[in-house]
C-alpha cells in the first residue's frame, strides 16, 4: 500500500513539469467561469451560497449537486481524457485513480471554492442578501416568484 502511495504521489508531482501542463491552468480556469457565471445566477436569484446549502440543507442537497455536476461535466471529462493521454505519453499505462484525482483537483475543487463566495461578493455589491439554507423556506412567496423545494431554490417566474 505505501509504494501505491508512492507512486501515486510521485506520478501527481510529475505532472507539473511534464508535457500537457498548460491543461493545469487552462482547465481551472474553464471550470472558474463556469463558477462565476453560476455565482452570479444564485446572486441574482436570491438564492443561498452554493456549498454552504449543499453541506447543511439536506432537502436541497440533490439538485444543488445536479445543478452543479451540470456546469462541470465537461471541464471534468476532458480532464479524465487530456489525464489519460498524459499518462499513456509518459507512463505507457494508465492509472484510473490517479486521472480522478487530477480532474477533481482541476475541475471540482475549483468549482467548489469559487460558487458560493461569487454569489455572496455579487449579492452583496446588489444589495441584496442572499438566504440561508435555514430560512430559505420561511420566505414569502411573492407574486412573481416559485419556491422550488426539491431544489431549494427561490426562483423568479417570468410569466407570471
Given at each position: ?12 508531482g510529475?505532472r ?21 457565471r ?11 451560497a452554493?456549498?454552504?446549502t449543499?453541506?447543511s ?9 445536479r445543478d452543479?455536476w451540470?456546469?462541470?461535466t ?7 481524457v ?9 507512463e505507457?499505462w494508465?492509472?484510473?485513480l ?5 480532474a ?5 475543487i475549483?468549482?467548489?471554492m469559487?460558487r458560493?463566495p ?17 430560512n430559505?423556506?420561511d ?14 431554490y427561490?426562483?423568479s417566474?417570468?410569466?407570471r
Amino acid at each position: 500500500m505505501d509504494e501505491i502511495l508512492a507512486r501515486i504521489w510521485e506520478n501527481l508531482g510529475g505532472r507539473l513539469g511534464g508535457p500537457m501542463k498548460l491543461r493545469l491552468l487552462i482547465q481551472p480556469l474553464m471550470v472558474s467561469f463556469f463558477a462565476i457565471r453560476a455565482g452570479i445566477q444564485d446572486a441574482r436569484a436570491g438564492r443561498p451560497a452554493f456549498f454552504w446549502t449543499v453541506l447543511s440543507d439536506p432537502q436541497s442537497r440533490s439538485g444543488l449537486l445536479r445543478d452543479g455536476w451540470k456546469d462541470i461535466t465537461k471541464v471534468f471529462t476532458m480532464a479524465v481524457v487530456m489525464d489519460v493521454v498524459y499518462q499513456l505519453i509518459v507512463e505507457r499505462w494508465v492509472y484510473l485513480l490517479e486521472s480522478l484525482i487530477v480532474a477533481m483537483v482541476l475541475a471540482i475543487i475549483p468549482y467548489l471554492m469559487l460558487r458560493g463566495p461569487v454569489t455572496r461578493i455579487v449579492g452583496a455589491t446588489m444589495g441584496r442578501r442572499p438566504q440561508t439554507a435555514g430560512n430559505l423556506m420561511d420566505v414569502p412567496a411573492s407574486r412573481d416568484t416559485h419556491i422550488s423545494k426539491s431544489a431549494g431554490y427561490i426562483e423568479s417566474d417570468p410569466r407570471r
